[in-house]
Nanobody, 111 residues
Framework: VQLVESGGGLVQPGGSLRLSCTAS????????MTWFRQAPGKERTPVAV????????NYADSVKGRFTISRDNAKNTVYLQMNSLKPEDTAVYFC?????WGKGIQVTVVS
């Protein structure tokens, strides 16, 4: 299993970013996918999850209404659209499946 995140960076509060995670090594369309994040000194926590077919999504309360998870099974890719970003969204973001993780991508929200 290989998971590669991209799309992070530095953004001002209120801004937007779109993260991507491209997967390989397993049948992507058969599994739910999860985005996690880990802020400095804190545990890794789930942010959003999407079912294998994409019809069902769930979000952490802290990101509801601001983040949207989606997937393209033809491209083996899951996305996280992040809008109205806040400084407290600053973290390393990971996608995960089957107990595997990508290397993560840094998102920094700062004025």
């Amino acid at each position: 299993v290989q998971l590669v995140e991209s799309g992070g960076g530095l953004v001002q509060p209120g801004g937007s970013l779109r993260l991507s995670c491209t997967a390989s090594g397993f049948t992507f369309s058969s599994y739910a996918m999860t985005w996690f994040r880990q802020a400095p000194g804190k545990e890794r926590t789930p942010v959003a999850v999407i079912s294998s077919g994409g019809s069902t999504t769930n979000y952490a309360d802290s990101v509801k209404g601001r983040f949207t998870i989606s997937r393209d099974n033809a491209k083996n890719t899951v996305y996280l659209q992040m809008n109205s970003l806040k400084p407290e969204d600053t973290a390393v973001y990971f996608c995960g499946v089957l107990g595997y993780w990508g290397k993560g991508i840094q998102v920094t929200v700062v004025s």
